[in-house]
C-alpha cells in the first residue's frame, strides 16, 4: 500500500472528514463532555478506541459477509457490533486494568450507542478500504472526533457564551459555534493525496 495514499486517508478522517463537525458522527456523548474540557478527553478517547475496534472488527466480518453474500445483514451486524465492542473493551478493562476500568467506565457506556462507531464501520465497508487503510481511517477519524469535543468544550468554558443576545442564549449559540468551527474546516475539504 502506497504511503501517500495511507497519509491520505488519514489527513481526510482528521481535517476534511472529521466525524463529529463534518459527518455529524459522534455527537451522541455525554453533555458532561462537552462542559469540561478532561472530560471531553477522556470521552474522545474512549470513541477513539471503540472506532478503530470496531473498525478493524468490521472489516473482517464485512469481508466474511461479502464472500459469502450476506452483505444484506451488514447494517445490522454493525449496528451490533458497536455495543458488542464497548462490552468486550469493558471486560478487558475491568480484568486486566481495574483502575483504568474505573476512571473510563462512565465514558465508555457513554460511547456504547454512539454513532460514530457503527459510521466508520459503514464508511470503510463502503469505501472498499484495505485493513491498514481501515485501522488509519478510524485512528484518526477518532482523533479529529476528540479534538473537536476538547475544542468545543474550551470554547465553552473560556468564552461567554451568555453576552449574546438572549434569543441565541443557549443551545441556539452552541449550534452557531459548532458551524462556525464546522466552517473553518471545509478548507481541507476535497483534501486527498494521491
Not at 40 to 55: E, F, P
Not at 118 to 140: D, E, Q
Not at 145 to 173: M, R, W
Amino acid at each position: 500500500m502506497n504511503a501517500l495514499y495511507l497519509m491520505g486517508i488519514s489527513l481526510t478522517a482528521l481535517l476534511s472528514e472529521n466525524f463529529v463537525l463534518v459527518n455529524c458522527l459522534g455527537i451522541g456523548s455525554r453533555t458532561q463532555a462537552l462542559k469540561d474540557p478532561n472530560d471531553a478527553r477522556k470521552t474522545g478517547l474512549s470513541l477513539t478506541a471503540v472506532m478503530v475496534l470496531t473498525a478493524v472488527v468490521g472489516w473482517v466480518l464485512h469481508q466474511f459477509l461479502h464472500h459469502y453474500a450476506l452483505d444484506y445483514y451488514q447494517t445490522l451486524v454493525f449496528a451490533l457490533l458497536g455495543p458488542c465492542m464497548v462490552g468486550c473493551l469493558r471486560w478487558f478493562l475491568k480484568s486486566c486494568v481495574p483502575e483504568l476500568s474505573h476512571r473510563l467506565d462512565e465514558n465508555l457506556s457513554s460511547v456504547t450507542f454512539n454513532c460514530a462507531a457503527m459510521g466508520v464501520a459503514l464508511l470503510i465497508a463502503s469505501r472498499g478500504y484495505t485493513l491498514s487503510a481501515s485501522f488509519l481511517y478510524a485512528l484518526f477519524g477518532g482523533l479529529g472526533a476528540t479534538g473537536a469535543l476538547i475544542s468545543f468544550a474550551g470554547l465553552k468554558q473560556e468564552v461567554s457564551l451568555t453576552s449574546c443576545p438572549k434569543s441565541v442564549q443557549g443551545l441556539p449559540i452552541e449550534l452557531i459555534t459548532a458551524g462556525l468551527m464546522a466552517l473553518a474546516l471545509v478548507g481541507f475539504y476535497g483534501l486527498h493525496l494521491e
